[in-house]
């Protein structure tokens, strides 16, 4: 299994714009299908997007697209979500998370095997 621990989160003014990180160890990065999740208070967890093994694909839920972009860097282990242009809608624990497999696009929380520990993001409007 991979471990995964996020960075980047904060309290930002609407329409600013943060970067996530998401640090990788343990079995080889590039075999894995990345994501990032959200959940906001008294909401289940959602789907934001996914990046494919070599980063060449990406999948983005509606409401982000346009604002933020997901990429990863393997030879790092690493893995960003750059959010622009946020509203308070975005306020969340955001979560990395990664799927062993050859499936493409992976959006179900159920499909992914770890999972980081989360970090905060607050909008404030």
């Known amino acids: 299994q991979v471990q995964l621990v996020e960075s980047g989160g904060g309290l930002v003014q609407a329409g600013g714009s943060l970067r996530l990180s998401c640090a990788a160890s343990?079995?080889?990065?590039?075999?894995?299908?990345m994501g990032w999740f959200r959940q906001a208070p008294g909401k289940e967890r959602e789907f934001v997007a996914a990046?494919?093994?070599?980063?060449?694909?990406?999948y983005y839920v509606e409401s982000v697209k346009g604002r933020f972009t997901i990429s990863r860097d393997n030879a790092k282990n690493t893995m960003y979500l750059q959010m622009n242009t946020l509203t308070p809608e975005d306020t969340a624990v955001y979560y990395c998370?990664?799927?062993?497999?050859?499936?493409?696009?992976?959006?179900?929380?159920?499909?992914?095997?770890?999972w980081g520990q989360g970090t905060q993001v607050t909008v404030s409007s």
């Open positions: 343990g079995r080889s990065f590039s075999s894995y299908v």
């Open positions: 990046i494919s093994w070599s980063g060449a694909r990406t």
């Open positions: 998370a990664a799927h062993y497999g050859s499936r493409w696009p992976v959006f179900g929380a159920n499909e992914y095997d770890s």
